[in-house]
Nanobody
């Protein structure tokens, strides 16, 4: 089992930056990749980006490419989501997730590719 806890959400203004953190515990050695998803009210849970734990390769959704950056600190079992130039449409609950999937096709394939989830943290961007 792997446990995930997100932190760092809050209320910011259009154009601001915010960093989310995800603390992982448990059998983290078995996890291949960590992802971030977001879910706005009445909408599906969407892929934001993911990072491979070994090597640090990343992939992002088109909507956040160039604005968001995912990083990890394996020694601390931490994953981060740095969000810059935030927009009101970025408002959502953000979730950290862990996956055993070994391909980008899988990791970008949606929530079903992820085996463990955090409780989520709210990010609100005001205009």
């Amino acid at each position: 089992q792997v446990q995930l806890v997100e932190s760092g959400g809050g209320l910011v203004q259009d154009g601001d930056s915010l960093q989310l953190s995800c603390a992982a515990s448990g059998r983290t050695f078995s996890i291949y990749a960590m992802g971030w998803f977001r879910q706005a009210p009445g909408k599906e849970r969407d892929f934001v980006g993911a990072i491979i734990r070994s090597g640090g390769r990343t992939s992002y959704a088109d909507s956040v490419e160039g604005r968001f950056t995912i990083s990890r600190d394996n020694a601390k079992n931490m994953v981060y989501l740095q969000m810059n130039r935030l927009k009101p449409e970025d408002t959502a609950v953000y979730y950290c997730a862990a996956s055993y999937c070994g391909t980008w096709q899988c990791l970008r394939g949606g929530p079903n590719a992820y085996n463990y989830w955090g409780q989520g943290t709210q990010v609100t961007v005001s205009s």
